[in-house]
C-alpha cells in the first residue's frame, strides 16, 4: 500500500470537512473555563463553549461528528502535544496504549490505540490501527489527518474488538485575536464494531469528545504548571521545541 499517496487523500478530505458549512445539527455543548490576563497581570476566567455537531457520513452508515473548542496553546504546540506518545499517553483518559508502530517519515506514521471501556462499562475496550499525517498550512493552521489501515505487524487478536475510523482528523487554527490560543476542531467518524447497536454509540459519541477536549485543556495546564515549576526562577519554558 502507498501509505503516503492515502496520507495525502485523507489530509485532503479533512481539510473538505472544514470547508463543509452546511447540514450540521449540534447535539451537545459544554463551556471550556480559561484564564486570560488582564492590566499588571491580573487574571480573570471566562468562558468558551465547547460544541458537538453531527452530519450523516458520507464514508459509512453513520455519523460524521464535529467538536469545536478553544485550547490556550498554539496550533504546532498542541497538535504536537495530541499526537506524540510521551504527551498522549499521560492526558488522555480514553486510551488505555498509544504507541508508534512505524514511522513512514517526520510526519506520518501507523499508530496503535486501546481504548478504555466507556459508557459506564457498557462498550467494551476497542483498538484501532491508523496511518496518522500530520501538514502545516500557512497561517499557521495544522491539520493532522487519519483512517484505518491493515498493518501486517499489528494485526487483531481476540483481546479486543479492532475497531475502524473512517477518514477523520483535527484542525487548529491560531484564534485572531489571541495568537496564544488555538481553535480546535475534531472530525470522528469510527466503527466500534462488535454488537454494539447504532444508537448506543450515537448516545455516547458527543460525550466523548466534550471529555476529549477538557482533558486536551486540562493536560495543558498540568504540563504548563509542572513546566513553570522545572524552570530556574526568571526563565520561561515553552510546552514544547519549536519543529
Not at 468558551?48 to 455519523?63: A, C, F, L
Not at 508508534?100 to 462498550?123: K, P
Not at 500530520?134 to 487483531?156: A, F, H, L
Request: charged share 20%; net charge positive.
Amino acid at each position: 500500500m502507498d501509505f503516503k499517496k492515502l496520507a495525502d487523500e485523507v489530509s485532503q478530505e479533512v481539510l473538505a470537512f472544514s470547508r463543509d458549512t452546511s447540514g450540521w445539527k449540534v447535539t451537545k455543548t459544554s463551556f471550556l473555563h480559561l484564564t486570560a490576563n488582564l492590566f499588571c497581570g491580573f487574571l480573570f476566567p471566562f468562558e468558551k463553549k465547547i460544541t458537538v455537531s453531527w452530519k450523516p457520513s458520507r464514508n459509512y452508515d453513520g455519523h460524521l461528528y464535529r467538536a469545536e473548542g478553544i485550547i490556550p496553546e498554539t496550533p504546532a504546540k498542541l497538535i504536537q502535544f495530541m499526537c506524540l506518545p510521551e504527551f498522549r499517553s499521560k492526558w488522555d483518559k480514553s486510551l488505555n496504549t498509544y504507541r508508534i508502530l512505524h514511522r513512514i517519515d517526520l510526519d506520518t506514521f501507523i499508530l496503535h490505540t486501546i481504548t478504555n471501556s466507556f459508557a459506564m462499562g457498557s462498550i467494551a475496550p476497542r483498538d484501532f490501527v491508523d496511518l496518522v499525517h500530520i501538514k502545516y498550512y500557512e497561517g499557521d493552521k495544522v491539520i493532522v489527518s487519519s483512517v484505518s489501515v491493515e498493518y501486517p505487524q499489528c494485526p487483531p487478536t481476540s483481546s479486543y474488538i479492532r475497531g475502524y475510523n473512517n477518514p477523520c482528523g483535527y484542525v487548529c487554527s491560531p484564534l485572531p485575536e489571541n495568537p496564544g490560543h488555538s481553535k480546535l476542531v475534531m472530525y470522528v467518524q469510527p466503527e466500534l464494531r462488535g454488537n454494539l447497536s447504532r444508537a448506543v454509540v450515537e448516545a455516547t459519541m458527543p460525550t466523548n469528545l466534550l471529555n476529549l477536549i477538557h482533558d486536551a485543556k486540562d493536560g495543558i495546564k498540568a504540563q504548563k504548571a509542572h513546566a513553570a515549576q522545572s524552570s530556574p526562577k526568571g526563565h520561561s519554558s515553552s510546552l514544547l521545541p519549536k519543529k
